[in-house]
């Protein structure tokens, strides 16, 4: 069983190590990985803004390069009215690496949202969708 409020904490201190100076908009996100490891991300702007990392991509990226490429479920978290939605990046990015993990969308009221990449990106442009044309 996967400890979601424990997941949910971890992204809420992750959320917390944000550099968002353009936006001063925090969020944070928590992967667990097969191995039982937990991978924090948070976002990270920049003066160019289209340079801007998400916290899911943060989070996803840094489990992957350390070599935990499955995973179990991921929590997102913002200060957000209900739970934070993720931009359409990430959810391309989610679809790729794992279109079936459990993701918790959550606020820092706790107000949550269980869904998936395949439910936040119906139709999603997938690997079996490139099709070689020369
Ligand atoms: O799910 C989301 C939505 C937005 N952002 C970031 C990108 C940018 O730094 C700031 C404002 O869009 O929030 C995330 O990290 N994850
Ligand atoms: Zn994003």
């Given at each position: 069983m996967?400890?979601?409020q424990m997941l949910l904490e971890n992204a809420k201190s992750a959320r917390e190590r944000a550099y968002t100076p353009y936006s001063r908009f925090k969020v944070g996100a928590a992967v667990l990985t097969a191995s039982g490891r937990i991978f924090h991300g948070c976002n990270i702007e920049n003066a160019a803004y289209p340079v801007c990392?998400?916290?899911e991509r943060s989070a996803l990226a840094a489990a992957w390069s350390a070599g935990e490429t499955e995973f179990v479920a991921i929590a997102v978290v913002a200060d957000t009215p209900g739970p934070v939605a993720p931009?359409?990046?990430?959810r391309?990015?989610?679809f790729e690496l794992a279109p079936d993990m459990p993701v918790l969308l959550a606020n820092l009221a706790d107000q949550t949202q269980p869904t998936t990449?395949?439910?936040?990106?119906?139709?999603g442009f997938a690997r079996e969708s490139l099709t070689a044309n020369d």
């Open positions: 996967v400890d979601y990392l998400c916290a931009c359409g990046m990430c391309q990015f989610m990449p395949r439910e936040l990106l119906p139709g």
